[in-house]
């Protein structure tokens, strides 16, 4: 993320609505981003991607944009496709004891 958006951010956090808003919406980023960087990290286009899955590349690029919810189906095909496992784990809330 560029230094412009992350200081808008940072502000933008301030507010309690959109922090609340924000946090509503992080797990979804973190699907994003695991998706992103697993493929990244192994140098694959979408269309590689999207040969080795069976899934359209528009559909892998508007779960990349955050334009489409995965099903659980949908990212067991992608880490097949990225010879990886999926893991999902719950975790215990910041500041919950």
Do not use: H, Y
């Not at 808008?8 to 960087?37: G, H, R, S, Y």
């Not at 892998?60 to 067991?76: A, Q, Y």
Request: no cysteine; net charge positive; glycine share 6%.
């Amino acid at each position: 993320m560029g230094k412009n958006f992350r200081e808008t951010l940072n502000q933008q956090l301030k507010n309690p609505e959109f922090k609340k808003e924000w946090d509503a919406l992080e797990p979804e980023f973190d699907i994003i981003k695991a998706i992103v960087n697993a493929r990244s990290s192994q140098n694959m286009t979408q269309k590689e991607l999207s040969e080795k899955t069976g899934i359209p590349q528009a559909d892998i690029s508007r779960l990349e944009n955050g334009t489409r919810n995965p099903t659980l189906k949908l990212l067991k095909r992608l880490a097949d496709g990225l010879n990886m496992e999926l893991g999902i784990v719950f975790v215990p809330k910041k500041g919950i004891k």
